[in-house]
C-alpha cells in the first residue's frame, strides 16, 4: 500500500520557506552573470509543504532539456524555463527521490565529464593507439 | 618523499568504491547526498569528494553491552544504493559480534587483533549501556562490559556512542535503573566522544557522522555531545505541522477532525518542542516519513532520560505532572507570543530533565540563549 493510499489528508500548509528559497535563485541566477559562480540549493533539507513543491515547479516551469543518467539509480535533470535554473533530482533503485537540488549554472555538475575520468581515457587512448601502431610496424616488417 | 616499493598500498575509500563498481559520476551523486544530509551546504561537494577520496577505509570496532540490537537493525536494514549502505560497505568493521560468523573466543581473538594492529587508529562504536551495580549483569565472552569498554577505548582514535542507551543511558538506565546503567561517557574521560543519540539512531546520522570523522575529523558537537549537523535543530522548528501550531489547530484525539486534517500533536503529547534530532528533514525508512508524518508525536527518543519524562502522551515534555489545562495554557501561551516552546530555555529544560521538576510556562517561552 502506498502512503497515499492511507485516507488523511492533510490541510494545505505552508512553511513560509517558498519565497526565500525564490529570491535565493534568483541571487544565485545573478552571481552566476557577474562572477561565474556555480550555485547550488538544497531541497531536501528544508521543510516544504508538497503545495509549496508544486508552487515552486509552477515558478520555474519547464526548458527544453530533460535527461535521464543512469548512475547509483537514476539522476533527472531538468533545465527549466529560465536558461541556467536546473532541477536535479537523484533517485535510489527504487526509484524513490533521495535527493533533490536546484543548480544554476551552465550545466549541473554531475554531467561534467570528470577530470580524473577523462585523465584516465587519455592514458588508455594513448596505450591502445601506441599498441596498435606497434601492431602496425610489427606487420610491415 | 619517495615510498618504498614494498609498503603495501592501503586501499582508500574511492578506490574501494570504485572497485565496487562505482564510477566518479556516482561517486560524485554519493558525496551530494552525504552533504545534504549532513546539512552542509552544497559547495561543500567537492570538498567532501576530495576528502572521501583520498580517506584511508577505517578499522571499526563495534561492541554491543546492554541494548535491544535496535541500532544495528536501523543500520543494516537500509536498501542499497544508500548512503548509509555504501559507507557501512566501506569501512572495515573488524568486530561487531551480533554481525560477525566467528562466535565465542574466534571473535575475542579477531578482536584482539584489529585493537593491536590499528591500535591509537581504530573507531571505537559502542551501543548499548554499561551496568556497574554488578558486572555479572551484562558479559561477553567471559569479559564485563565495563572492563571491555575500557581495554577497547584505550587505543581508540574515537568512540561513536550509537543510541540514546550508549549515549546517556537509554531504557536499562530509565527509573529504577536496576543494573545502575551509565553510558559511555560517564565511564571514558579521556578520549573524544561522539553521542549519535536516538532510540534508534537514524542510520545516515551514524554512517554520516563516520564520513564526517574521515573528511573533517570530529564533527562539532553540542553541549550534550552530539553532532551539531544532526542535532542542532529541534523536531518543532522543522516540522511541517508547525503551521498549525502556530494557529493554535491542535488534534484532540487520535481519531478527531483535527487529526485527519492534518493538524499539530502537540496536546497529544508531541515531544518535538523539546527534542533534538534529525528526523523532520532526513526522515526514516529511505527518507519515506518520519512518526508525526505517520500522525504520532515525537516521543523524544533523541534525549536523556527520555523514558522518564512521565508519559508519551502527556502534553508537553515536563518531567512531571504538566497536564491537561495546563499543557494547553502553556501551548496557547506558545502561540500568543508567537514562540515556540521548541525556544525554551535549553538550560531549564536539561536542569528540569535531570531533576524531574516542572518546567514554568514563563520558561517555556524565554527565547533559548544558544
Ligand atoms: S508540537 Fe509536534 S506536531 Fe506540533 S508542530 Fe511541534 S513537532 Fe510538529
Ligand atoms: S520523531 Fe522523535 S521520537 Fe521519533 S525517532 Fe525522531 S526524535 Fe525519536
Known amino acids: ?141 | 618523499m619517495r615510498t618504498t616499493q614494498h609498503e603495501p598500498h592501503e586501499e582508500t575509500l574511492g578506490e574501494r568504491l570504485r572497485s565496487q563498481g562505482i564510477s566518479r559520476r556516482g561517486f560524485l551523486k554519493f558525496c551530494g547526498l552525504l552533504a545534504s544530509s549532513m546539512a552542509l551546504a552544497p559547495a561543500m561537494v567537492p570538498k567532501i569528494a576530495a576528502a572521501l577520496e583520498q580517506a584511508k577505509r577505517p578499522s571499526v570496532i563495534w561492541l554491543s553491552f546492554q541494548e535491544c540490537t535496535g541500532c544495528t537493525e536501523s543500520l543494516t536494514r537500509s536498501h542499497s544504493p544508500s548512503i548509509e549502505g555504501l559507507i557501512f560497505d566501506a569501512i572495515s568493521l573488524d568486530y561487531h559480534h551480533t554481525l560477525q560468523a566467528a562466535s565465542g573466543y574466534g571473535a575475542e581473538e579477531a578482536r584482539a587483533e584489529a585493537m593491536k594492529e590499528h591500535y591509537g587508529k581504530y573507531v571505537l562504536v559502542v551501543d548499548g549501556s554499561i551496568p556497574i551495580g554488578n558486572p555479572g549483569f551484562s558479559t561477553i565472552a567471559g569479559i564485563s562490559n565495563l572492563d571491555m569498554l575500557k581495554e577497547a577505548a584505550a587505543g581508540a582514535a574515537a568512540i561513536i556512542a550509537v543510541g540514546t542507551c550508549a549515549a546517556f543511558g537509554g531504557l536499562p538506565k530509565a527509573d529504577p535503573n536496576p543494573t545502575g546503567a551509565v553510558s559511555v561517557a560517564d565511564i571514558i574521560k579521556d578520549k573524544p566522544i561522539i553521542n549519535v543519540s536516538g532510540c534508534p539512531p537514524i542510520p545516515v546520522v551514524i554512517t554520516g557522522t563516520i564520513a564526517h570523522i574521515l573528511t573533517f575529523g570530529i564533527p562539532e558537537l553540542d553541549s550534550l555531545g552530539r553532532p551539531k549537523a544532526f542535532y542542532g535543530q529541534n523536531i518543532h522548528d522543522r516540522c511541517y505541522r508547525r503551521p498549525f501550531y502556530e494557529r493554535g489547530l491542535f488534534a484532540e484525539t487520535f481519531d478527531d477532525e483535527g487529526a485527519k486534517a492534518g493538524w499539530c500533536l502537540y496536546k497529544l503529547g508531541c515531544k518535538g518542542p523539546v527534542t533534538y534530532n534529525a528526523c523532520a528533514t532526513l526522515k526514516w525508512n529511505e527518507g519515506t516519513s518520519f512518526p508525526i508524518e505517520a500522525g504520532h508525536g515525537c516521543i523524544g527518543c533523541s534525549e536523556p532520560n527520555f523514558w522518564d519524562f512521565g508519559g508519551f502522551y502527556k502534553a508537553l515534555s515536563i518531567p512531571t505532572g504538566m497536564t491537561g489545562q495546563t499543557a494547553v495554557y502553556a501551548a496557547a501561551a506558545g502561540i500568543a507570543v508567537g514562540v515556540a516552546a521548541g525556544a525554551m530555555n535549553k538550560k531549564a529544560k536539561m536542569d528540569a530533565d535531570s531533576l524531574h521538576k516542572t518546567v514554568t510556562v514563563d520558561e517555556l517561552n524565554q527565547e533559548s540563549p544558544s
Open chain 1, 1 to 141: 500500500m502506498s502512503l497515499h493510499a492511507i485516507p488523511v489528508h492533510a490541510e494545505a500548509a505552508v512553511t513560509g520557506n517558498l519565497r526565500p528559497v525564490q529570491h535565493e535563485i534568483r541571487q544565485a541566477l545573478s552571481e552566476l552573470i557577474a562572477h561565474g559562480t556555480h550555485g547550488m540549493i538544497d531541497l531536501h533539507s528544508l521543510p516544504f509543504s508538497p503545495q509549496e513543491y508544486a508552487a515552486l515547479d509552477d515558478f520555474l516551469g519547464e526548458g527544453e532539456i530533460d535527461l535521464t543518467l543512469n548512475v547509483l539509480g537514476k539522476t533527472r535533470l531538468r533545465e527549466s524555463s529560465y536558461a541556467g535554473i536546473w532541477r536535479v533530482e537523484h533517485f535510489d533503485d527504487n526509484d524513490k527521490r533521495i535527493g533533490y537540488f536546484i543548480e544554476i549554472g551552465h550545466v549541473p555538475e554531475i554531467l561534467r565529464s570528470q577530470c580524473d575520468d577523462i585523465k584516465e581515457g587519455l592514458a588508455t587512448m594513448t596505450t591502445i593507439l601506441a599498441m596498435e601502431e606497434n601492431d602496425n610496424e610489427d606487420d610491415a616488417t
